[in-house]
């Protein structure tokens, strides 16, 4: 990273969701809400990010379940929310109302990113659309830190972005926070929290 300070993206998954306790895709995926746990997992990922980090703001994908994660977060460390829409989470086209084991199961590795369920969207293309922004931010906001509230798609997509590679990616679990920080356009390495 070098002699400029290095700023962090501190990445969150949002708090469990419906469709996550029941295992499905749902078929409103934008409305889509948190479940008790859910919100008990933001207030924990909130006193995490506290006691370990300093930001200065929260960015949201626009979906129900991500911003009140972020509002729960915003809230109990009183910063600003702001939504950024291409943050959204992969489209799954007509294996909404599926469960996830409707997915089929690749043996080629590389296959398996580029997979784009009919009407939906694949994971490289999760990936052109959240790595721009992601960029952006990090650009925005040299030497700082910000929480950024998404979900696992964007997350597993943008690991890959920053480390060129999808094999390692992770999809982490429901409000798992990842921190990737960045100087002088380069990143680091993503690395799982863990308190």
């Known amino acids: 990273m070098g002699q400029q300070t290095a700023g962090k993206l501190i990445l969150v998954r949002h708090g469990e969701s419906e469709g996550n306790r029941d295992r499905i895709f749902t078929i409103t995926p934008a409305e889509l809400a948190l479940t008790e746990l859910g919100r008990r997992q933001a207030q924990d990922a909130a006193v995490t990010i506290g006691r370990r980090f300093a930001p200065e703001r929260v960015i949201s994908s626009p979906y129900?379940?991500?911003?009140?994660?972020?509002?729960?977060?915003?809230?109990r460390l009183e910063l600003p929310l702001a939504v950024e829409h291409d943050l959204h989470e992969r489209d799954m086209g007509s294996l909404r109302g599926q469960p996830y084991d409707a997915v089929p199961i690749f043996p080629d590795f590389d296959a398996s990113w580029r997979w784009t369920p009919p009407g939906g969207e694949s994971f490289a293309g999760v990936q052109q659309r959240v790595a721009p922004v992601m960029d952006r931010l990090a650009r925005a906001h040299p030497g700082k830190e910000i929480v950024i509230v998404s979900h696992g798609g964007v997350m597993l997509s943008f690991w890959a972005h920053v480390t060129g590679s999808?094999?390692?990616?992770?999809?982490?679990?429901?409000?798992?926070?990842?921190?990737i920080e960045h100087a002088g356009g380069r990143y680091s390495r993503p690395r799982i929290v863990r308190d």
């Open 166 to 179: 999808w094999e390692g990616a992770v999809v982490p679990e429901n409000c798992q926070i990842i921190v």
């Open 64 to 75: 129900l379940r991500a911003r009140d994660t972020a509002q729960i977060i915003a809230a």
